[in-house]
């Protein structure tokens, strides 16, 4: 088993088609059709169903999937530190944020990251708190940037606390709420904006609710959270957001819960069983650097706590 087959066999798997994976790893279709192939003696059986115009894994190629993902970040991390043993003048940065921590709490600790490290590439990804954890554990992340706890059983996943943020309404400023504060409870006497699946918001959302033992009027399902502000500023109902995302936005009123109310904690998490790189080190202190000066400046809305890195494992979670 060689290492450019377990990245064919990846390729193919993540595209579900051999022409258009041999175009992302750059090899002829034909040379790396043949590898599979090799590769599936070896192992003594197929890796994937060859129906025509629908490549599916058998289940012994979706046993190897993780491991061969696995493999080849861990020699694509080697290959990295190597080079950044001539410091951060070069090298890469693959991190993870939500959705509504990509907005708020992002751009200026990258530029300030990027100011410093002119030669690191930057990748980001945005997805939901579920996909980053999954992405993180296959090594396809350094970092991610993600609400906490982590809902998985993966004990090589820790995190690093940053802030804690109260969590509010958001309604259109034209008054479709009137109150200065409300209960959860209140929730049931408006039209709502629901976050997609996969969205931490959502999950909490609905879980306060069935605290209360309410149920939430869905005027809208499935946005994403700049759709769900939209809607929101369009009158369409009100939604349950982090503080942070409402700042900035004229036609938005921040609707505070009465106490205890609900909030958020932000983290980042990164691999345990893998030692960062330079550049993960290098932005995690940044970042924190960032949202404590932020703090001492009073530049952090009000309610928003800093929690000056306390580092965790996750939080087993029943399935």
Same mark, same amino acid.
């Given at each position: 088993?060689?290492?450019?087959?377990?990245?064919?066999?990846?390729?193919?798997?993540?595209?579900?088609?051999?022409?258009?994976?041999?175009?992302?790893?750059?090899?002829?279709?034909?040379?790396?059709?043949?590898?599979?192939?090799?590769?599936?003696?070896?192992?003594?059986?197929?890796?994937?169903?060859?129906?025509?115009?629908?490549?599916?894994?058998?289940?012994?190629?979706?046993?190897?999937?993780?491991?061969?993902?696995?493999?080849?970040?861990?020699?694509?991390?080697?290959?990295?530190?190597?080079?950044?043993?001539?410091?951060?003048?070069?090298?890469?940065?693959?991190?993870?944020?939500?959705?509504?921590?990509?907005?708020?709490?992002?751009?200026?600790?990258?530029?300030?990251?990027?100011?410093?490290?002119?030669?690191?590439?930057?990748?980001?990804?945005?997805?939901?708190?579920?996909?980053?954890?999954?992405?993180?554990?296959?090594?396809?992340?350094?970092?991610?940037?993600?609400?906490?706890?982590?809902?998985?059983?993966?004990?090589?996943?820790?995190?690093?606390?940053?802030? !804690?943020?109260?969590? %509010?309404?958001? *309604? @259109? $400023?034209?008054?479709?709420?009137?109150?200065?504060?409300? =209960? +959860?409870? #209140?929730?049931?006497?408006?039209?709502?904006?629901?976050?997609?699946?996969?969205?931490?918001?959502?999950?909490?959302?609905?879980?306060?609710?069935?605290?209360?033992?309410?149920?939430?009027?869905?005027?809208?399902?499935?946005?994403?959270?700049?759709?769900?502000?939209?809607?929101?500023?369009?009158?369409?109902?009100?939604?349950?957001?982090?503080?942070?995302?409402?700042?900035?936005?004229?036609r938005l009123r921040r609707i505070p819960f009465?106490?205890?109310?609900?909030?958020?904690?932000?983290?980042?998490?990164? !691999?345990?069983?893998? %030692?960062?790189? *330079? @550049? $993960?080190?290098?932005?995690?202190?940044?970042?924190?650097? =960032? +949202?404590? #000066?932020?703090?001492?400046?009073?530049?952090?809305?009000?309610?928003?706590?800093?929690?000056?890195?306390?580092?965790?494992?996750?939080?087993?979670?029943?399935?």
């Amino acid at each position: 088993m060689q290492v450019h087959q377990l990245e064919y066999f990846a390729a193919v798997a993540q595209t579900r088609h051999f022409t258009r994976a041999a175009e992302s790893v750059h090899v002829a279709q034909p040379s790396l059709s043949r590898q599979i192939s090799t590769l599936e003696r070896e192992l003594g059986t197929p890796l994937f169903n060859r129906a025509r115009g629908n490549i599916t894994l058998t289940p012994a190629g979706e046993t190897l999937l993780p491991f061969a993902r696995r493999i080849l970040a861990e020699l694509d991390d080697a290959r990295v530190q190597v080079q950044e043993l001539v410091g951060l003048a070069r090298g890469r940065l693959r991190l993870g944020a939500t959705p509504s921590l990509s907005t708020v709490l992002l751009p200026d600790a990258l530029r300030r990251f990027r100011d410093e490290y002119p030669g690191i590439d930057i990748a980001v990804e945005e997805r939901g708190g579920r996909d980053l954890v999954r992405l993180l554990a296959e090594g396809e992340l350094d970092l991610a940037l993600i609400v906490l706890p982590l809902h998985t059983r993966d004990p090589a996943l820790a995190t690093t606390g940053v802030l !804690r943020e109260p969590l %509010v309404v958001a *309604a @259109s $400023a034209d008054g479709m709420v009137r109150a200065k504060s409300l =209960h +959860v409870r #209140d929730l049931d006497r408006y039209p709502m904006v629901m976050f997609r699946e996969g969205y931490d918001m959502r999950e909490v959302t609905l879980a306060a609710c069935r605290r209360e033992r309410i149920e939430p009027h869905v005027a809208v399902e499935g946005g994403e959270l700049d759709a769900v502000l939209g809607f929101v500023e369009a009158g369409l109902g009100i939604a349950v957001v982090p503080s942070l995302v409402v700042e900035g936005r004229p036609r938005l009123r921040r609707i505070p819960f009465v106490r205890p109310g609900l909030s958020r904690t932000v983290g980042l998490a990164h !691999r345990r069983d893998v %030692v960062p790189s *330079a @550049s $993960a080190r290098a932005f995690r202190a940044i970042l924190l650097d =960032h +949202v404590a #000066d932020t703090a001492r400046s009073g530049r952090l809305i009000r309610g928003v706590e800093v929690l000056r890195g306390t580092t965790s494992g996750p939080r087993r979670t029943a399935r």
